[in-house]
Every structure is written in C-alpha cells, then in structure tokens.
C-alpha cells in the first residue's frame, strides 16, 4: 500500500520558483540600497567638505588654490595637500566608489570628488550621483560652492 506522506515533484517545483522569485526580488531591493546609501554618503562627505574649507578660508583667507580640476584622493591631490598642511584634518574624505569606472571628472561611469578654484575666492566641487534619491538633486554630476 502506498502512503500519502512527502511531496509530489510538481509542489517541489512550485515550491522552488516562489522562492527563487523572492530572492530575486530581495537581491534588487538590497542593491537600490546600497546604491542611495552611497549617493547618502556622498552628500555628507560634500558637506563635510564644504566645513573643511570654510575653516581654511578662515585661517588662510582665501580657498586653496588649483587652477585645474583635480581628483580628491584624500592624502596627496592639490586640495589634500593644502588642507593637511594647515592641520585643519589628516585625511579628506573620498568617493565611496573612488575609481570605480576609471576616467575622469565629468565621465558619466567615473566616481570622484573633483575641486577646482582659479584663485581662492571661490571654488566648486563636482560629484556623481547614482540615483535621483536625495531630494533637489537629480543623477549624474552635481556640483557644490561656497
């Protein structure tokens, strides 16, 4: 006599796309987060930035000065340079995917903080942005000034 005990292979089947079909559907949720907790990121490292200099073109009277557009690695770009020699931080902060996509400042794939100021009274800084999630501000390079 056959008992009615287990599984046919039909319900182990269903049972096996329902759940693949939710990780899918948590593996995308999980990576659109990841992607505006960078953008989130990037918008206080800006800000963070936007201090530093403030507090440089108070001891100093002026922003430092980098006639071209650098990438800010941190430690040894024309704006690190100048922000560590006047001991207001020890590093700068930095893309949370610096490097990612190569290129340059302005390519659509590259992720850097870039800065430039001509002659100190003024500067801008230019980021990308993965996503339109943080409110005023859309995908793509944005930029911030004093």
Not at 43 to 52: N, S
Not at 90 to 105: A, E, M, Q, R, T
């Given at each position: ?65 980098c006639s071209s557009e650098v990438q800010v690695n941190g430690t040894s770009d024309c704006l690190s340079l100048g922000i560590i020699s ?39 800084i230019r980021y990308n942005l993965e996503t339109d999630s943080i409110y005023g501000k859309s995908a793509g390079w944005n930029s911030a000034?004093?």
């Open positions: 006599m056959v008992s009615g005990r287990g599984f046919t292979l039909i319900e182990l089947l269903v049972v096996m796309a329902i759940i693949g079909i939710l990780s899918s559907i948590a593996i995308v949720s999980l990576s659109q987060g990841a992607t505006k907790s960078r953008d989130a990121r990037r918008e206080v490292d800006i800000k963070e930035l936007q201090k530093i200099l403030a507090l440089y073109e108070s001891n100093r009277g002026r922003y430092p000065i006047e001991a207001i931080v020890n590093v700068l902060p930095k893309d949370p995917k610096h490097g990612v996509g190569g290129g340059s400042c302005g390519d659509s794939s590259s992720f850097y903080y870039c800065y430039v100021s001509a002659d100190g009274s003024s500067y801008t000034n004093p």
